[in-house]
């Protein structure tokens, strides 16, 4: 019979049969065994020996079994047990069983991230693992609960290692057998804290202004409408405040962007520390600001906010080799009387801002019905006048200048026979305004200071720029003979312009009585519904004419009539079908 077992298993039948004759120890063998058609089966192979009174052996009966279903399910249970073992000794997360919250297996990611060896980690309880201030046992009672309803347990929280330091870790529970949970729990644990910090990276560049270190646009709005919810369940007063920096741009210019940046920063410190630690300060773009001030006492209280952050902003900055001073213009909106909107309390507060501008810079405005009205009707004229340009449907009127001393016209006011230009744009930015005009009287562009007297000139930068024309705001000449002392101020502004070596010439003439005081002292050229009204081209042509044939001065009619033909053979005039708009000066 032992030739029929196969090879390998040919030594185990044998040392098992002189097993059993000579001690005579049981035969129980598994072995494989050819069957005929030359295949190997496994079989349990069970005999007995019988001996006589001498010791003979006389039978040796036995059984053969066949045990092939029952090896291959345990060499598939042996080869997936290993594969197990493979996996839990080299997964890329901590693993452990556990058992009454003991670890009794471990692999060696577990005990890596945990600070331990694997034999320091195992027999351990879970609560070395536990912050002090944890509660451990109310921890505990919430898991195994869970466990016993055969759900599984995972959350993301701080573990302790074994020097005492922190990682956050996520962590996964669940039982081998629900009814018994303490008797063996599976538990994965994942250290997450480079994912964390990863994320806490992407959210402050998501949230956070890199320059500044404050929250930006988006995260300001959060904050805002989460302050106005607040507000109106508690009956609040909330404010909003824009705030822009006066001229930053002339930093950037002068100093550079690096010396731009750093005030900024300390702007944004200097803000910061002006208001409470419950309210918000963020840069909303590059050189505005907003503030959030929650539970204010009333709507008042947000202007000595206002005047405190003024009064940080003007202190000096020290830089590397200069130093400067800033001021700010602010628009403040409050909750809830300018509304209950995120987005209308911005839009209100961005309209005082722009009204705190037009004041003067340097100040700050609270929001008024009035403005958003006029804020609404200024965006509806734009709209209009862009379909209107769009269609073709503006007509281009001229009003001519008259030379006070002959009555003869020296020209009209239309797009690029000369630029004019306001004196607040020049000290908006004088630095960059001035040497852009010089290039342009280079060109032979003559320049008009429009509106003066209702600014705030500097004579210095007059000085320094040779302005071809000064205009006179027509609201000193409109109250000629009045109580006012427009009649003192018009003769100054003359005398002024003439000693600079401008042309003069006052606006919005009327009656005879102020052409005849401008003409008196020495006003060169005016403008107004006294001569003429603004004209359409042909009218204004006509007018021309008329004006030289009786002054006999043809020269200038025939430029009149070249000029007018010309822009009347290119299309420059369209004939109006809803629009007629009154053309003046290009403005910049």
Same mark, same amino acid.
């Given at each position: 019979?032992?030739?029929?077992?196969?090879?390998?298993?040919?030594?185990?039948?044998?040392?098992?049969?002189?097993?059993?004759?000579?001690?005579?120890?049981? *035969?129980? @063998?598994?072995?494989?065994?050819?069957?005929?058609?030359? $295949? *190997?089966?496994? @079989?349990?192979?069970?005999?007995?020996?019988?001996?006589?009174?001498? $010791?003979?052996?006389?039978?040796?009966? $036995?059984?053969?079994?066949?045990?092939?279903?029952?090896?291959?399910?345990?060499?598939?249970?042996?080869?997936?047990?290993?594969?197990?073992?493979?996996?839990?000794?080299?997964?890329?997360?901590?693993?452990?069983?556990?058992?009454?919250?003991?670890?009794?297996?471990?692999?060696?990611?577990?005990?890596?991230?945990?600070?331990y060896s694997v034999d320091e980690v195992i027999g351990l309880s879970t609560r070395a693992f536990f912050r002090p201030d944890d509660d451990y046992e109310e921890h505990g009672r919430r898991i195994y609960a869970r466990l016993a309803g055969g759900e599984f347990w995972q959350s993301e929280k701080e573990l302790l290692r074994k020097d005492g330091s922190r990682f956050f870790a996520s962590s996964r529970l669940s039982a081998l057998d629900p009814a018994a949970p303490h008797s063996g729990a599976v538990w994965v644990v994942q250290d997450i804290s480079e994912q964390r910090n990863a994320n806490e990276k992407l959210l402050q560049l998501a949230h956070y202004d890199q320059l500044t270190q404050l929250p930006n646009r988006v995260l300001f709005l959060d904050r805002l409408q989460s302050a106005l919810s607040q507000a109106q369940r508690n009956g609040w007063n909330a404010g909003v405040m824009l705030i822009d920096l006066d001229r930053f741009k002339l930093v950037n210019d002068t100093l550079g962007h690096h010396a731009g940046d750093?005030?900024?920063?300390?702007?944004?410190?200097?803000?910061?520390?002006?208001?409470?630690?419950?309210?918000?300060?963020?840069?909303?773009?590059?050189?505005?600001?907003?503030?959030?001030?929650?539970?204010?006492?009333?709507?008042?209280a947000a202007g000595a906010v206002a005047e405190k952050i003024g009064l940080a902003l003007k202190a000096p900055i020290s830089l590397a080799r200069s130093e400067l001073i800033v001021s700010a213009s602010i628009g403040i909106s409050v909750f809830p009387p300018d509304g209950a909107a995120a987005n209308t309390i911005l839009g209100n507060a961005d309209v005082a801002l722009y009204r705190a501008k037009q004041s003067g810079r340097d100040a700050y405005c609270f929001h008024t019905p009035e403005m958003s009205l006029k804020a609404r009707r200024r965006a509806a004229l734009e709209e209009r006048l862009r379909r209107a340009l769009a269609r073709g449907q503006f007509r281009l009127y001229y009003q001519p200048k008259v030379e006070l001393s002959s009555g003869r016209i020296l020209g009209v006011e239309a797009p690029l026979l000369e630029l004019e230009i306001t004196e607040s744009v020049i000290m908006e930015d004088a630095e960059g305004v001035i040497p852009t005009l010089q290039d342009l009287q280079r060109l032979g562009v003559e320049i008009s200071l429009d509106d003066f007297g209702t600014g705030y000139s500097s004579l210095g930068y007059l000085n320094r720029f040779q302005v071809d024309r000064l205009k006179i705001d027509r609201t000193f000449v409109s109250d000629l003979g009045g109580a006012r002392n427009d009649g003192a101020i018009l003769k100054a502004v003359i005398a002024l312009g003439h000693q600079l070596g401008m042309k003069v010439l006052a606006e919005g003439v009327e009656t005879e009585e102020q052409r005849g005081f401008l003409a008196a002292h020495g006003c060169d050229e005016y403008q107004g519904y006294l001569f003429s009204k603004p004209l359409p081209a042909d009218a204004m042509l006509a007018l021309w004419r008329s004006v030289d044939g009786t002054t006999s001065r043809s020269g200038s009619s025939s430029f009149a009539s070249r000029f007018f033909t010309e822009k009347t053979s290119r299309g420059a005039m369209t004939t109006p079908q809803q629009y007629d708009t009154a053309a003046s000066n290009q403005r910049v």
């Open positions: 019979m032992l030739d029929q077992v196969h090879p390998q298993d040919l030594p185990r039948a044998e040392s098992g049969l002189r097993a059993h004759f000579e001690r005579r120890a049981p *035969y129980d @063998v598994e072995i494989r065994f050819r069957r005929k058609d030359g $295949g *190997y089966v496994w @079989v349990r192979a069970i005999g007995q020996g019988a001996w006589d009174a001498l $010791g003979t052996l006389v039978r040796f009966s $036995g059984s053969i079994t066949d045990i092939s279903e029952r090896r291959d399910a345990e060499e598939k249970t042996a080869e997936l047990l290993s594969e197990l073992r493979a996996v839990f000794s080299s997964a890329p997360v901590g693993i452990a069983l556990l058992r009454d919250r003991r670890i009794v297996h471990s692999n060696a990611e577990l005990a890596r991230a945990l600070g750093a005030v900024l920063a300390e702007i944004g410190r200097r803000i910061q520390a002006a208001i409470r630690g419950s309210d918000t300060v963020a840069r909303l773009s590059g050189d505005e600001f907003g503030v959030i001030l929650s539970d204010l006492a009333a709507p008042e």
